[in-house]
T-cell receptor, first 114, second 113 residues
Framework: GAVVSQHPSWVICKSGTSVKIECRSL??????MFWYRQFPKQSLMLMAT?????????EQGVEKDKFLINHASLTLSTLTVTSAHPEDSSFYIC??????????FGQGTRLTVV | AQTVTQSQPEMSVQEAETVTLSCTYD???????LFWYKQPPSRQMILVIR??????QNATENRFSVNFQKAAKSFSLKISDSQLGDAAMYFC??????????FGKGTRLHILP
């Protein structure tokens, strides 16, 4: 199956700093990628839809100025958590979809803000 | 808005036995996809099985099969001959026309040796 790679797998940052998470489709082009957030022992909550060459579409309640999404190419989307706070600590997962197939997920990024 | 409900937070099954995980969903769309994903401790999401809503035949993948009841909006997963490696969190998911995937809260499956 198609491979989606997420980097880094885990990151620790200080409060007030920004951290960038990358999501790459390794062997296919993805016009659309999705970013999810997963709290411990909970489900995946869709944060935003990332479209190549255009602005991301954010779900209700997600702060677009805090969670900056850039989809600069057909194989790369980035999520930047700006001015991170401890409550932003979570597991972030991206997914990408081939045309008319299921979505493929990255391995996730565990963010800890101290 | 679409919703996905998994009413069983946890389930246990004896190794080699069969277990069924329940899922119901709500939608006004007629064309959509349903999925079961497995999330092991590594937290990598793994697709288990997929069902297209327009297909009446239930999807099957080796030991995994679904019971898709479109009118009842029910989509249960049956795991036959359970193995220790099946222990994981299982998420039922719905993909809408706008490509968004909505997940249920998940069912943690324990396999008893």
């Amino acid at each position: 199956g198609a491979v989606v790679s997420q980097h880094p797998s885990w990151v620790i940052c200080k409060s007030g700093t920004s951290v960038k998470i990358e999501c790459r489709s390794l062997d296919f082009q993805a016009t659309t990628m999705f970013w999810y957030r997963q709290f411990p022992k909970q489900s995946l909550m869709l944060m935003a839809t990332s479209n190549e060459g255009s602005k991301a579409t954010y779900e209700q309640g997600v702060e677009k100025d805090k969670f900056l999404i850039n989809h600069a190419s057909l194989t790369l989307s980035t999520l930047t958590v700006t001015s991170a706070h401890p409550e932003d600590s979570s597991f972030y997962i991206c997914s990408a979809r081939l045309m008319n197939t299921e979505a493929f997920f990255g391995q996730g990024t565990r963010l800890t803000v101290v | 808005a679409q919703t996905v409900t998994q009413s069983q937070p946890e389930m246990s099954v004896q190794e080699a036995e069969t277990v069924t995980l329940s899922c119901t969903y709500d939608t006004s769309e007629s064309d959509y996809y349903l999925f079961w994903y497995k999330q092991p401790p590594s937290r990598q999401m793994i697709l288990v099985i997929r069902q297209e809503a327009y297909k009446q035949q239930n999807a099957t993948e080796n030991r995994f099969s679904v019971n898709f009841q479109k009118a009842a909006k029910s989509f249960s997963l049956k795991i036959s001959d359970s193995q220790l490696g099946d222990a994981a969190m299982y998420f039922c998911a719905y993909r809408s026309r706008d490509d968004k995937i909505i997940f249920g809260k998940g069912t943690r499956l324990h396999i008893l040796p």
